[in-house]
Nanobody, 120 residues
Framework: VQLQASGGGLVQAGGSLRLSCAAS????????MGWFRQAPGKGREFVAQ????????DYADSVKGRFTIARDNGKNAVYLQMNSLKPEDTAVYYC??????????????WGRGTLVTVSS
């Protein structure tokens, strides 16, 4: 599966952004999907994930209550709505597909990232 994230940009603290990830491939609807991020000088970290049908979702503690992940299997897309953004949310955001270990947040396929910058 090929993935393309979009929707990043510059936003002031307290603002909102919605990231989108478009996926190719007829098997998209069978895959768990995830969002990860990598801040400057730091390693990649888990942000959110959703299982193939949307019945199981989990979030990193740092984004709970502020971010919402959703998927649209009809459009082969997954979204990340980010509200109440903070400067520490600044990072390159990546979408991922096809979890090999959902509980461990490990994925097989990765797209190019989209940069989110939150100014204070």
């Amino acid at each position: 599966v090929q993935l393309q994230a979009s929707g990043g940009g510059l936003v002031q603290a307290g603002g909102s952004l919605r990231l989108s990830c478009a996926a190719s491939g007829r098997t998209f609807r069978t895959y768990a999907m995830g969002w990860f991020r990598q801040a400057p000088g730091k390693g990649r970290e888990f942000v959110a994930q959703v299982n193939w049908i949307g019945s199981n979702i989990d979030y990193a503690d740092s984004v709970k209550g502020r971010f919402t992940i959703a998927r649209d299997n009809g459009k082969n897309a997954v979204y990340l709505q980010m509200n109440s953004l903070k400067p520490e949310d600044t990072a390159v955001y990546y979408c991922a597909a096809d979890a090999r270990d959902y509980a461990a947040h490990e994925y097989n396929s990765w797209g190019r990232g989209t940069l989110v910058t939150v100014s204070s």
